[in-house]
């Protein structure tokens, strides 16, 4: 799957930022892609590579609470 923005940078051109998603693996019976790889006007800028995945059954409501 290809994502692709097309913004104005500071001085009023063109900026094209592209994001290629890629190498769909199971995990735990889901499907996600684990590789994102990014370009700027058609330059790789950088590549993330997820490696691993935990799901979880519940999260606490302790992570919601407010500070």
């Known amino acids: 799957m290809k994502t ?3 913004l104005r940078d500071k ?3 063109e900026l094209v930022l592209e ?3 890629s ?3 199971d995990f735990g019976g889901v499907k996600v892609a684990t590789k994102f790889t990014k370009y700027e006007n058609g330059r790789r800028d950088s590549v993330e ?3 691993e995945i935990t799901f979880v059954d519940r999260i606490d409501d302790q992570e919601f ?3």
Do not use: F, L, N, W
Request: glycine content about 12%; proline content about 6%; aromatic content about 6%.
């Open 4 to 6: 692709e923005s097309r």
């Open 23 to 25: 190498d769909y693996r």
């Open 65 to 67: 609470a407010k500070p």
């Open 11 to 13: 001085k009023g051109g």
């Open 49 to 51: 590579e997820i490696t």
């Open 19 to 21: 994001q290629v998603i």
